[in-house]
């Protein structure tokens, strides 16, 4: 028998602490010469990356056989690179050995047979996104040089001598270089550009060359790309044709490089591109010359499929997972992590010719042991917002196996903004939903316009928009709810990271369908956002707000800290106090202005915390102080916090 209790107020085993000893983050998985080489970070080890690799002979035993994966980097070694500041593809095996960025001098290094050597030693400059040539024995890389003398970090491809750690530019001028490419001769090498203001999901150009030595190239040709056309992960067939993946039909879609006009491979209204917010994604790769295996989404679900490049037809793969990353493949070989609405992220090897009955876990991102009957799945709705727009998320309803709510009582409401903003939400398992509604709380989890997952045009919807089309699908999103008698209309919160942050304080601001708030580093003043932040978003704003300075009315009109005195609800801040991204100065601001407004606001600064929390001692403050302001705003108990309170002037 469940037990009738207040909503918010049920007992969880799903807790922060549980979260943090219980999991790791899998990324940037890749096969080579029989082994899956993936990145972990570990919370334990406040937030430590570590270079792991798994011989791929695993697919051919027992699934319960223990093969213990090997860590290629000793425990002094962090694999973090800061090039854009979010970095990604940190790390790339090869002949020579594998070769990875530490986070503490940004400098790249060589482990090989148990030992590490350092390759660059180049200081002021960050190293990102190799790519290996064997017949040229040639490293390139993306380098983003720092100086007092420029006005902003210089980024670059470069040829690295791995033997003198001589560095040699290969291109400059462009602002951002990514995803540089050997052909499998080695003699073209391709590559991702783009300048200011635009972001790669804006407008990208695909470029090759011929590999004239190992410091020059020949022959630079443009590809693909330009105005308005965003092209993600170029890639070489094994018969040296040159894929990549165009936005320009509206839909992220799989092209070939041809002599005459470039082909679409597969034509679908589905999305086989992501945004690049950190290096190395990747969605697809060659079985073989003629035959791709890819992901693709459609509405914040994906799919894993198998194209036929000769013929275009694709042929789903089937497996029960709702997201993928890290499609990879080599010699008969996929890997990808994937997890679902009911399983954790997990690396996954699957045979190449079968994939849909091979599949083996390699790694799994978590270990809790939680009865399944606790997790609830996301139901995906679309409703009407502003001006009759179709908006989209997903609603998770409270579920706890010895738990019901009073019969006259609906649950409070959490609604959750994910950052970008072009990003997207997933009908994953995610234990950050899962501590909610295991709670007692509903979750909406908003994939306003602008995210990623719905074509184009609904990622350029929110372009100057940028704190009003968000606001009101999230606005719409809980009237809908309401309108449905899922949630409590009197107890709905708002919660966002980063960007996310931006869109729940203006919620706030420009609505009163809120009761509470929750802002993890996020933005409050966009003038401040544009004169203050990194490279890679230094001009982010112009497509979201306007061009800036000549827009500045507007962005002084959009900010919340311009617009604290229309908040008349709590608010609490977690800030980073090493965040680059969003300074905590700007969380101080809009603190200021509400204390002087006389509202309970509490704050959470943490030490050693950039922009997102990676330590474990960080992330159960934070899920401890939010659970207890939530309590104290809506009128239930919860466990004091140590050292979280409302503050006042």
Same mark, same amino acid.
């Given at each position: 028998?469940?037990?009738?209790?207040?909503?918010?107020?049920?007992?969880?085993?799903?807790?922060?602490?549980?979260?943090?000893?219980?999991?790791?983050?899998?990324?940037?998985?890749?096969?080579?010469?029989?082994?899956?080489?993936?990145?972990?970070?570990?919370?334990?080890?406040?937030?430590?990356?570590?270079?792991?690799?798994?011989?791929?002979?695993?697919?051919?035993?027992?699934?319960?056989?223990?093969?213990?994966?090997?860590?290629?980097?000793?425990?002094?070694?962090?694999?973090?690179?800061?090039?854009?500041?979010?970095?990604?593809?940190?790390?790339?095996?090869?002949?020579?050995?594998?070769?990875?960025?530490?986070?503490?001098?940004?400098?790249?290094?060589?482990?090989?047979?148990?030992?590490?050597?350092?390759?660059?030693?180049?200081?002021?400059?960050?190293?990102?996104?190799?790519?290996?040539?064997?017949?040229?024995?040639?490293?390139?890389?993306?380098?983003?040089?720092?100086?007092?003398?420029?006005?902003?970090?210089?980024?670059?491809?470069?040829?690295?001598?791995?033997?003198?750690?001589?560095?040699?530019?290969?291109?400059?001028?462009?602002?951002?270089?990514?995803?540089?490419?050997?052909?499998?001769?080695?003699?073209?090498?391709?590559?991702?550009?783009?300048?200011?203001?635009?972001?790669?999901?804006?407008?990208?150009?695909?470029?090759?060359?011929? *590999? $004239?030595?190992?410091? &020059?190239?020949?022959?630079? #040709?443009?590809?693909?790309? +330009?105005?308005?056309?965003? !092209?993600? @992960?170029?890639?070489?067939?094994?018969?040296?044709?040159?894929?990549?993946?165009?936005?320009?039909?509206?839909?992220?879609?799989?092209?070939?490089?041809?002599?005459?006009?470039?082909?679409?491979?597969?034509?679908?209204?589905?999305?086989?591109?992501?945004?690049?917010?950190?290096?190395?994604?990747?969605?697809?790769?060659?079985?073989?010359?003629?035959?791709?295996?890819?992901?693709?989404?459609?509405?914040?679900?994906?799919?894993?499929?198998?194209?036929?490049?000769?013929?275009?037809?694709?042929?789903? *793969? $089937?497996?029960?997972? &709702?997201?993928?990353?890290? #499609?990879?493949?080599?010699? +008969?070989?996929?890997?990808? !992590?994937? @997890?679902?609405?009911?399983?954790?992220?997990?690396?996954?090897?699957?045979?190449?010719?079968?994939?849909?009955?091979?599949?083996?876990?390699?790694?799994?991102?978590?270990?809790?042991?939680?009865?399944?009957?606790?997790?609830?799945?996301?139901?995906?709705?679309?409703?009407?917002?502003?001006?009759?727009?179709?908006?989209?998320?997903?609603?998770y309803p409270p579920v706890n196996a010895g738990y019901e709510g009073l019969n006259d009582e609906l649950p409070p409401l959490i609604v959750m903004i994910h950052g970008g903003p072009t990003s997207s939400t997933q009908n994953d398992l995610s234990l950050k939903i899962q501590f909610w509604t295991n709670r007692g709380f509903a979750v909406f989890d908003s994939n306003y316009r602008g995210s990623t997952g719905f074509g184009r045009k609904y990622r350029d919807a929110l372009k100057t928009k940028w704190g009003v089309a968000d606001v009101e699908d999230c606005d719409y999103g809980v009237r809908y709810l309401v309108s449905q008698q899922l949630v409590d209309q009197n107890r709905v919160a708002i919660r966002g990271g980063s960007a996310g942050g931006f869109t729940a304080l203006a919620a706030l601001a420009f609505t009163d369908t809120f009761?509470?708030?929750?802002?993890?580093?996020?933005?409050?003043?966009?003038?401040?956002?544009?004169?203050?932040?990194?490279?890679?978003?230094?001009?982010?704003?112009?497509?979201?707000?306007?061009?800036?300075?000549?827009?500045?009315?507007?962005?002084?009109?959009?900010?919340?800290?311009?617009?604290?005195?229309?908040?008349?609800?709590?608010?609490?801040?977690?800030?980073?106090?090493?965040?680059?991204?969003?300074?905590?100065?700007?969380?101080?601001?809009?603190?200021?202005?509400?204390?002087?407004?006389?509202?309970?606001?509490?704050?959470?600064?943490?030490?050693?915390?950039?922009?997102?929390?990676?330590?474990?001692?960080?992330?159960?403050?934070?899920?401890?102080?939010?659970?207890?302001?939530?309590?104290?705003?809506?009128?239930?108990?919860?466990?004091?916090?140590?050292?979280?309170?409302?503050?006042?002037?």
């Amino acid at each position: 028998m469940k037990k009738a209790a207040r909503f918010g107020t049920w007992s969880s085993a799903i807790t922060a602490e549980l979260m943090c000893s219980s999991s790791v983050g899998i990324s940037h998985a890749r096969l080579f010469d029989g082994d899956v080489y993936w990145l972990e970070s570990r919370p334990e080890e406040q937030g430590r990356s570590v270079i792991v690799k798994q011989s791929v002979a695993v697919l051919s035993q027992d699934q319960k056989v223990d093969t213990t994966p090997v860590e290629v980097i000793p425990t002094q070694f962090n694999c973090r690179t800061q090039v854009h500041e979010y970095g990604g593809a940190s790390f790339l095996p090869t002949e020579e050995g594998v070769f990875f960025v530490n986070q503490a001098d940004q400098q790249v290094y060589k482990a090989k047979d148990g030992s590490v050597d350092a390759v660059t030693n180049v200081p002021g400059t960050r190293f990102a996104d190799f790519a290996y040539s064997p017949q040229r024995q040639m490293l390139v890389a993306i380098a983003e040089t720092h100086g007092a003398d420029l006005k902003e970090p210089r980024n670059s491809l470069v040829a690295i001598n791995t033997d003198t750690g001589q560095v040699s530019t290969l291109q400059e001028g462009q602002d951002f270089y990514a995803s540089a490419g050997f052909s499998p001769d080695g003699n073209q090498l391709c590559w991702l550009s783009w300048m200011h203001p635009d972001m790669p999901w804006d407008s990208t150009e695909l470029f090759k060359a011929n *590999v $004239a030595n190992k410091d &020059s190239l020949t022959s630079v #040709v443009k590809v693909a790309g +330009g105005e308005a056309e965003s !092209i993600f @992960q170029p890639e070489w067939s094994s018969g040296g044709e040159l894929y990549y993946v165009s936005d320009r039909s509206n839909w992220w879609n799989i092209y070939r490089d041809t002599a005459d006009a470039d082909q679409p491979v597969c034509v679908m209204d589905a999305e086989f591109g992501m945004p690049q917010w950190v290096f190395g994604m990747r969605r697809y790769s060659f079985v073989d010359q003629h035959t791709i295996v890819t992901s693709y989404g459609r509405a914040g679900t994906d799919a894993l499929a198998l194209i036929d490049v000769r013929t275009g037809k694709h042929t789903d *793969v $089937a497996r029960p997972h &709702s997201s993928y990353q890290s #499609v990879h493949c080599d010699d +008969g070989v996929i890997c990808y !992590i994937a @997890q679902s609405p009911t399983t954790f992220s997990c690396l996954y090897l699957a045979a190449a010719n079968a994939p849909e009955n091979s599949e083996v876990i390699v790694s799994r991102s978590s270990t809790v042991d939680i009865d399944p009957s606790n997790y609830s799945q996301g139901v995906s709705i679309s409703y009407p917002s502003a001006g009759g727009v179709e908006a989209h998320g997903f609603f998770y309803p409270p579920v706890n196996a010895g738990y019901e709510g009073l019969n006259d009582e609906l649950p409070p409401l959490i609604v959750m903004i994910h950052g970008g903003p072009t990003s997207s939400t997933q009908n994953d398992l995610s234990l950050k939903i899962q501590f909610w509604t295991n709670r007692g709380f509903a979750v909406f989890d908003s994939n306003y316009r602008g995210s990623t997952g719905f074509g184009r045009k609904y990622r350029d919807a929110l372009k100057t928009k940028w704190g009003v089309a968000d606001v009101e699908d999230c606005d719409y999103g809980v009237r809908y709810l309401v309108s449905q008698q899922l949630v409590d209309q009197n107890r709905v919160a708002i919660r966002g990271g980063s960007a996310g942050g931006f869109t729940a304080l203006a919620a706030l601001a420009f609505t009163d369908t809120f009761k509470a708030g929750a802002s993890l580093y996020g933005v409050t003043d966009l003038t401040a956002l544009a004169t203050d932040t990194h490279k890679f978003e230094s001009r982010y704003l112009d497509s979201l707000i306007g061009a800036y300075p000549e827009e500045k009315a507007l962005y002084e009109s959009r900010s919340p800290i311009n617009h604290a005195d229309s908040i008349n609800c709590p608010v609490i801040f977690l800030q980073g106090l090493e965040d680059k991204v969003v300074p905590p100065s700007q969380a101080e601001m809009m603190i200021d202005v509400l204390l002087k407004k006389k509202l309970k606001v509490a704050y959470l600064p943490l030490e050693g915390e950039g922009h997102g929390f990676r330590q474990s001692e960080s992330i159960i403050k934070a899920f401890g102080a939010e659970l207890w302001f939530y309590g104290e705003v809506f009128g239930f108990d919860t466990e004091d916090v140590e050292g979280v309170g409302f503050i006042s002037s």
